[in-house]
């Protein structure tokens, strides 16, 4: 009888085994398309939203402030003309800079308000061209050498963060800071800052 037993009792964990491993092999991954501005959090990390959101907040602000009249009174009228420069990343995890830059550089574009020239690697690539125009294009088609146009401002900034976490509960701060700098004079004509904070609770028997 006691045999017996125990063999219920093995036969009975095999079948709830089998019953949990049937389960796991059931799930499925499942992928659905979305709108690219749609909001979808899966996590408090910074993400694709985040980046938009800011990037139109702060240029919104910026265009706000009176330097952009000031200078076309002091320039008859000329539209002002901005290089993006560096945006350090100083947060706690890997955030893709160069999205939050093309997302700056499309928002500000969009109002009409003011120029952009390229820099850094992009800026080399054009210069390439040009000097490869030199010696391989028709004359009358080539790009002239010495015609770039120098910026009247430079914009840079920061993305920084702070994590608090406690048990199941985590709360993570970002703070962008973006500086808009005269070039010629090298005065401050504008600062912004905007703040994201997220809550992310873990359930029970869920993982970070």
Known sequence: MRIS??????????SIMILLIGGFSCASTQVSRVDSDTTVDISDRWNDTDSRLVAKKMISDMLTYPWVEKFKENNGGETPTVILKRVQNKSHEHIAVDTFINDLRRAALRSGKIDFVVGGPAREQVREERKDQDIHAREDTRAEMGQEIGADFALTGTISSIVDQVEGKRVTFYQVDLELVNMEKNRVAWTGQKKIKKVMERSEFGFW
């Open 5 to 14: 037993a125990i063999m219920q009792r093995i036969l009975a964990a095999c």
